[in-house]
């Protein structure tokens, strides 16, 4: 995607991360976290490499991001294989952005 076509600028950052999913919405406490490396950020959302290969609209929340505070809502807006078989490149966007 062009530079043009996006909201926020995005800055390339390489920064291991870990981010989770809610198994049960109902349940808070019921997470499953997952190991990830951020390779871009704007206020609006990243870029990141994981190990899971999510789909669209996938909910996923993130810890330590920068202007926020506690966990951060996301959601998955692309998804792409990488040539390494056993990881995925996605985008998310960040919700209430």
Not at 34 to 52: F, N, R, Y
Not at 56 to 85: H, P, S
């Amino acid at each position: 995607m062009s530079q043009e076509q996006r909201r926020f600028p995005r800055t390339a950052l390489n920064e291991e991360t870990i981010y989770f999913l809610q198994l049960d919405k109902r349940d808070s406490n019921e997470r499953i976290y997952s190991p990830a490396t951020i390779l871009d950020v704007s206020k609006g959302g990243l870029g990141m490499q994981v190990g899971i290969p999510h789909e669209i609209d996938d909910e996923l929340w993130l810890e330590g991001i920068e202007g926020f505070t506690g966990a951060q809502a996301a959601r998955v807006k692309w998804v792409k294989n990488t040539k390494n078989e056993e990881l995925y490149s996605i985008g998310v966007a960040f919700e209430g952005v």
